[in-house]
């Protein structure tokens, strides 16, 4: 449990984080003379206040220690192993249940070497990880080299008869970790594009991103030009940051969350229980005060539970795991077959429920028990009877989060849907009286079960679209996804006309007013979408509908098209044409990322400046289409592996950006250096209009130079 809220923790501050992070931690790496055959190699840094450096040894389960692992090594050797002069704190950590030990202040780390040439030359990567009282910073990886003068030849002659093994080239030295880990084949620091020719080590440190130092240990195939994939992050972050996307995410799932619990509240299997549940807690006592906080401490364990399975699937699978899984083939598949099976219920084929002998457990649970643990009890119950409702709103909810590329995204839309669900409860027990005003349980109930159950399928739809963009299947192109929509809003139309019936619906003996004004809006958005079929934008579906690149018939000129879809063939062509490149970080399943490309980029002055004075490349970091060569890589510490185009780019935007969620803007110029600040999601024509034309005029005066 303590290991399980130090996750949460560091997943809510690397979330809510700007894409350019803090870096508490200043390192710089010196030598020492110790002797004329020996020197030490000193780590130093300074910690800002209130933070604190892990040691070399911490126990299993703990926080990640510090590790320096030398990569090559030449003209010298190890002695012994890594020390440190400073300071030690050990504590127990009440978190982690364990005792612990770290650095505050200032901290320098020593490694003896011992000269066997006329020169020397040491690289490695150094590894920490740092955290203050409230919150932690990624493991981050510093990389770090050492050069200079070594044994004059009449001392290495001197010490030959000494050694009489010649001296190790510098290929086969194997490298040394301070943690005993399992030698390593000699790697290249990845600055340059995955496809980069293997490089030997050089004795110039590479200066690393502050999130994530990321190793190539592939043997790719070469490109143009390798220095395009070096790190931008401290230029980009000088440049300043013309839009936010987080807190705007962050809002946009919060509402979606709530308005998913308003409509799972007047669901058949969530109605029927305000009353009941409110009246029990009534009932429980005579003490009416001691029934309200009753029925405010079980609308509270609701949204314990809810929020609680949020931050659990965040900290099983992880923001990007999730990221990736949204555009899955096979979870969207399945979760499309899973949304239709949930309307085919709700059009009454069938009933979905949970096993009775779960409820009734809880139930006895409940009644057995007394205090806090038994309206937790009444709550979790609440939540498995509602599930045959709430379960495909849920669903949909917490798949549109992670899609959203937010860390913390699972837990704020289920925040505001157990909100949502849980505040008529204790409203209700406040002000009993106000239940005799809600209408009665009726065939209106079964009516919502229907109407959520053509939103359903065309909810279906968009997941189904997902995984046909994401692996270029072009089953469900724009016009048949439109014709679909169509149809299912014509039904839903006429269905809250009377004019269709279910077996399990009462007759309409006549309409009433809510329901007309229904009909009518769902008979215009209907008519609505006729003019997509040729080519219109939609705007108003941007977010759910295809793009219109994968229209056959399309009468719209107005749309902007990527002229590459490669970052180093746009780059190639952009330093040819002299001109400042606009990349795109999207993504087929990426929401935000439509909206922009219907309401902004199709403005005329936009679309101007777009296709006139850039080079725009589009980058879809959730392309599954494979890489001729698996790519394999080390970040935050774990070795990783790049299958796909889209873990390509993907990989291209943490390190050379140091950002992850989509959408994502940058301007540069034809070296691969920033020209502006990077730009995410907001819809202002006039901010991001200010955004390109910034873009050129900076790119115009330093060709000037």
């Known amino acids: 449990m303590k290991k399980l809220i130090f996750l949460v923790t560091l997943l809510l ?11 508490p931690v200043h390192w710089t790496f010196s030598v020492k003379d110790v002797s004329k055959t020996e020197k030490e190699l000193l780590f130093s840094a300074k910690i800002d206040a209130h933070w604190h450096v892990y040691g070399l040894h911490l126990p299993q389960d703990g926080p990640t220690p510090t590790s320096i692992e030398f990569k090559s090594i030449s003209g010298a050797e190890l002695v012994g192993e890594v020390t440190s002069p400073s300071q030690l704190i050990t504590k127990y950590d009440e978190m982690f249940g364990m005792e612990i030990n770290w650095y505050e202040n200032e901290v320098t780390f020593v490694q003896r070497i011992k000269l066997t040439g006329e020169k020397y030359d040491i690289q490695g990567v150094l590894r920490f990880m ?9 493991p981050t990886a510093e990389d770090f080299a050492f050069s200079g003068e070594g044994l004059s030849a009449a001392d290495i002659a001197a010490a030959a008869p000494a050694k009489p093994k010649a001296e190790p080239k510098k290929e086969s030295v194997k490298p040394v970790t301070t943690q005993k880990s399992e030698p390593k084949k000699e790697e290249k620091t990845a600055v340059a594009t995955p496809k980069a020719e293997p490089k030997k080590a050089e004795a110039t440190p590479v ?21 395009l994939w070096t790190p931008v992050i401290d230029k980009l972050q000088a440049r300043g940051e013309e839009s936010a996307a987080t807190d705007t995410s962050l809002w946009f799932i919060f509402i979606s969350g709530f308005v998913g619990g308003l409509l799972a509240l007047v669901t058949p299997c969530v109605w029927p229980m305000i009353p009941m549940t409110v009246s029990f807690f009534l009932k429980r006592t005579k003490d009416r005060s001691r029934s309200i906080r009753d029925a405010i401490i079980y609308g509270l364990g609701i949204i314990i539970i809810y929020v609680g399975l949020g931050l659990l699937i965040t900290i099983v699978f992880g923001a990007s795991a999730l990221n990736s899984l949204a555009t899955n083939a096979v979870f969207n598949i399945i979760f499309f077959l899973l949304l239709v099976v949930f309307a085919i219920s709700f059009f009454g084929a069938f009933e979905l429920t949970l096993p009775a002998s779960w409820t009734t457990k809880l139930d006895s649970k409940a009644d057995s028990t007394s205090g806090l643990i038994s309206i937790f009890f009444m709550a979790f119950t609440l939540v498995l009877v509602s599930f045959s409702c709430t379960g495909p709103i849920i669903g949909t909810l917490l798949v549109q989060a992670a899609s959203m590329g937010v860390t913390v995204g699972p837990a704020i839309g289920m925040f505001g849907f157990a909100l949502a669900l849980a505040i008529p409860f204790a409203l209700f027990a406040i002000f009993p009286s106000m239940l005799q005003s809600l209408p009665r349980s009726g065939g209106w109930l079964n009516s919502v079960k229907v109407v959520l159950a053509f939103l359903e399928l065309a ?9 046909d963009l994401a692996y270029g299947w072009r089953i469900l192109d724009r016009e048949v996804f439109v014709s679909l929509w169509i149809v299912i809003f014509a039904l839903l139309g006429l269905y809250l006309l009377g004019k269709l019936r279910f077996s399990h619906d009462s007759e309409v003996k006549h309409v009433s007013v809510f329901r007309l004004f229904l009909a009518m809006i769902s008979l215009a958005f209907a008519i609505y979408l006729v003019p997509g079929l040729w080519g219109a934008p939609l705007k108003s579906i941007s977010a759910f509908a ?28 952009a330093k040819k044409v002299n001109k400042p490149v606009l990349v795109d970080f999207s993504g087929f399943g990426c929401v935000n990322c439509r909206k922009m490309e219907a309401a902004v980029w199709t403005d005329p002055a936009v679309k101007e400046v777009i296709e006139n004075d850039y080079v725009l490349i589009t980058l879809m970091v959730d392309d599954k289409a494979e890489l001729p060569e698996p790519i394999k890589i080390e970040e935050y510490g774990k070795q990783r592996t790049l299958y796909t185009v889209g873990d390509r780019w993907s990989y291209l935007q943490r390190y050379k950006f140091g950002a992850n969620a989509q959408p994502f803007y940058v301007l540069l110029d034809t070296d691969g250096n920033p020209v502006g600040p990077s730009y995410s999601y907001k819809e202002d024509v006039p901010a991001y209009l200010n955004f390109l034309k910034n873009g050129v005029k900076v790119f115009n005066e330093e060709n000037k130079r």
């Not at 740092?130 to 990624?138: I, L, N, R, T, V």
């Not at 690149?549 to 063939?569: I, K, M, S």
């Open 130 to 138: 740092c955290c203050d009282d409230q919150s932690c910073m990624p």
């Open 459 to 467: 909810l279906a739809l968009k997941f189904l679209s997902v995984a």
């Open 207 to 227: 200066e690393a991103p502050k999130e994530a130092v990321a190793v190539a240990v592939a043997e790719p195939a070469p490109a143009p030009a390798a220095d």
């Open 546 to 573: 295809p793009p219109l690149t994968t229209q056959d018939f399309n009468l719209y000129e107005d749309e902007v098209h990527a002229a590459f879809t490669d970052y180093d063939e746009g780059m190639a062509y």
């Open 13 to 23: 501050t690397v979330g809510m984080s700007k894409a350019q992070m803090h870096n």
